[in-house]
């Protein structure tokens, strides 16, 4: 939509400059949103529309959506039999939807904690989820080799697709929608990042050179850059115009990396795995380090004009970043 490219090519007035992301720090830590006995935050999301609610997903197979500002937990989604993995919050609506791999995807109403959908999408493990721009459908991924387009509102699934290339059958790992909504992207277990036409539902562009599984794939809001990530320690930046690699970030050896995400105005990029990292975009330089989580970080989201970071691990914390 044009609102949308309007939204993504202008930089917003108030977002921070690249220097007062460099002086952020620990303002927050929150232990408390999940279970002690089964610890670890494995996904994470932040309202668009009101940036102080919060959505985590534990390994203590709840769904929990937090207020930064009242520090208070606004609710708590039971119903998951496996671990939280996914965790989508609807940018217009208070609803979220979670994904797990008790192979279920459940659409949540917030301010009731009452499930909305339960989505039957998929034979294994859910390892991908996006909301379709419209608000209306969400994207799905399996190790089952398939993608899935449902919609959250009658909890129909209303496309199923087989990755066909993959000999043997190779599970798929990512998924995230481009934000005009026609194509979207997957990763593999086998190091691929798929590029797929939502219509005609053909895999359209392939982006080789990882090495391992993909862990994490980002799209700017703009729609010109993927990111991408792997169990190879490096990020991978793509031209979607050009469709080619024109930049890798290459982190330590062994540095793993579970999540990715720009900014709503593609100025910054932040990677979250064996720590915090932001960069500045174009001339993707390290504009800080945080690494006061201990344990692996899972997920890491900017809240409204990169104004705050907020980052989950396996530590069981959300932590959140600022001045």
């Known amino acids: 939509t044009q609102e949308r490219k309007k939204r993504g090519r202008t930089v917003p007035e108030d977002l921070v400059s690249h220097d007062t992301v460099r ?35 534990g390994n203590d197979r709840n769904a929990t959506v937090f207020n930064k500002d009242t520090e208070q937990v606004v609710a708590i989604l039971k119903g998951h039999t496996k671990k939280v993995t996914r965790v989508v919050y609807h940018p217009e609506e208070d609803i979220v939807i979670t994904a797990s791999p008790d192979t279920t995807i459940r659409v949540w109403d917030v301010p009731n904690s009452q499930p909305l959908q339960l989505l039957r999408a998929h ?12 608000g209306d459908y969400v994207l799905s991924t399996s190790t089952d080799q398939h993608w899935a387009f449902s ?33 979207f992207g997957t990763g593999t277990s086998d190091s691929q990042v798929k590029i797929w036409d939502l219509k ?21 809001e703009n729609g ?14 793509w031209d979607l115009r050009k469709l080619k690699n024109f930049k890798t970030l290459q982190l330590d050896d062994g540095y ?17 795995g064996t720590d915090i990292r932001v960069y500045l975009c174009k001339q993707w330089q390290e504009l800080k380090v945080f690494n006061d989580h201990t344990a692996m970080a899972t997920g890491v989201r900017f809240g409204r004009n990169a104004q705050y970071i907020a980052s989950s691990s396996m530590d069981r914390t959300l932590k959140l970043y600022g001045l």
């Not at 993927?226 to 320690?233: M, P, Q, V």
């Open 200 to 220: 005609e539902q053909s895999n359209v562009a392939n982006f080789p050179g990882h090495s391992g599984p993909i862990t994490a794939i980002s799209f700017s």
């Open 224 to 237: 010109y850059y993927l990111a991408t990530a792997a169990d190879d320690s490096c990020v991978k930046l």
């Open 123 to 134: 034979d294994g493990p859910v390892t991908g989820l996006s909301l379709h721009p419209t």
């Open 256 to 272: 793993e990396i579970k999540d990715l995400c720009f900014d709503q105005s593609g100025t910054y990029l932040a990677v979250a």
């Open 23 to 57: 002086n952020f720090h620990t303002l927050a830590s929150h232990p408390g949103l999940h279970s002690a006995s089964v610890p670890g935050i494995l996904s994470l999301d932040i309202h668009a529309a009101d940036t102080s609610k919060i959505l985590t997903g």
């Open 151 to 183: 919609d959250i509102h009658t909890g129909r699934v209303l496309t199923k697709v087989a990755d066909e290339s993959s000999t043997g059958g190779i599970a798929l790992t990512t998924a995230q929608f481009h934000p005009d909504g026609l194509i």
